[in-house]
């Protein structure tokens, strides 16, 4: 990195803290909702409660700051969110999900790597057995949404869940039980194999026959239309499947890393920042997608260490340089985010993983030897 980088990138890292500082202050051991309303924060309705699938990334967000400040109140924070997430699996709330891994990663999966909390390793493994359960044979997918019995959800997955089988491989690692860790490497061949196109691009959404396990079709549920290419489903396959590859080394997921990449990259408008579906660039009146390119830049610095290519890593410095300049906020980490254009909801907003991976990418820059959760 050049100076005036690193300059900026401290000066970005400053102001970030300065929000979770004030997040901190405000929601405390409660969660934010998903994204920004008119550009401000306000508790998960109705009373901040642990529901949803994004409520990790607010300790997630409290785990990076301690990594780049050493500071122990960030620490006991987020340390704090392991009961309210211990109670969740207890009381069942909401988890008829594949996000199981996206919760229960950043929130207790990291405490029990980092200090040996056996609640939070309890809860964790709990989670991972939750998502076990949501295996649809002998398709040998996991689920994505809803009852196993719903007719409009039974044999769907999207590509958001190659993020949530990293608590599988964990599972695995810490029982020493295979069956976690072959569920995901079967799930993320399937998804390499079918929700992959042949042109890079990627499906957001695809169905199995649950009894034949016959591959059907592919959907979008926030893309533009089902055969464009959303670009927060392109930014999760990048560093979906790359992290997959880290877990097994599957060459064929670092080959399909690539490909997302790839076609993510020569896609992108002149800034750099995604609009929120890739058929969309320069000249288009749609919205961008700050955590689009959040993700992406995770993604791209993991492939760069894989692949070694200072081209991968250039792109994400570009990218990140980008969202630091012109997409940062005083409320948000990162304003002008899309979470359903389809559905109109949070659109031209700040949202919550957008700023969690926006910290986490920062985070990747800053603290030599940083080890993701992921």
């Known amino acids: 990195m050049t100076a005036t980088e690193v300059h900026l990138r401290a000066a970005a890292v400053a102001a970030a803290l300065r929000i979770v500082d004030a997040h901190l202050a405000e929601f405390d051991d409660r969660y934010p909702g998903d994204t920004t309303e008119q550009g401000r924060y306000r508790l998960r309705p109705p009373d901040g409660g642990n529901r949803g699938w994004t409520t990790s990334f607010w300790p997630g967000m409290l ?11 960030y620490r006991q924070a987020a340390e704090g969110h392991v009961a309210s997430f ?57 689920q994505a949404w809803g009852d196993l ?13 190659l993020m949530n089988t990293p608590l599988l491989f964990w599972a695995s690692e810490t029982t020493g039980d295979p069956r976690y860790a072959s569920v995901a490497r079967r799930h993320t061949a399937q998804l390499r194999d079918h929700i992959l196109r042949p042109d890079g691009t990627t499906f957001h959404t695809f169905y199995w026959d649950p009894d034949t396990g016959s591959p059907l079709r592919g959907e979008t549920e926030q893309g533009n239309h089902d055969d464009s290419c959303w670009a927060r489903g392109q930014a999760w396959g990048v560093y ?11 060459e064929s997921f670092l080959t399909a890393a690539r490909r997302c990449a790839d076609y993510f990259l020569r896609h992108l408008p002149q ?23 959040a993700i992406a830049v995770c993604g791209l610095l993991e492939l760069a ?25 005083e409320h948000a980490l990162l304003l002008h985010g899309v979470y359903d254009k389809p559905k109109g909801v949070g659109v031209d907003e700040g949202t919550l993983w957008g700023d969690y991976f926006y910290l986490e990418a920062l985070t990747r820059l800053t603290v030599p030897g940083w080890i993701s959760p992921w």
């Open 63 to 73: 785990w990076l700051a301690h990594d780049l400040t050493g500071d122990d109140r």
């Open 305 to 329: 260490d894989q692949v070694g290519s200072e081209q991968y890593r250039t792109a994400a410095g570009d990218i990140l340089d980008s969202l630091i300049a012109g997409y940062t906020g």
């Open 86 to 142: 211990a109670d969740r699996i207890r009381r069942g709330v909401d988890l008829d999900t594949h996000d199981l891994g996206f919760l229960y990663t950043l929130s207790c999966v990291v405490p029990y790597r980092r200090s040996g909390d056996h609640e939070a390793g309890r809860t964790a493994l709990a989670a991972a057995d939750h998502l076990l359960a949501r295996v649809l044979e002998p398709a040998g997918i996991i």
């Open 240 to 250: 979906g499947f790359v992290r997959n590859f880290r877990h097994t080394g599957d």
């Open 271 to 293: 800034d750099r920042v995604a609009y929120w579906d890739l058929e969309f660039t320069d000249g288009s009146a749609e919205e961008r997608d700050s955590s689009a390119a």
């Open 149 to 161: 019995s719903d007719p409009r959800q039974r044999g769907r997955t999207i590509i958001d869940s």
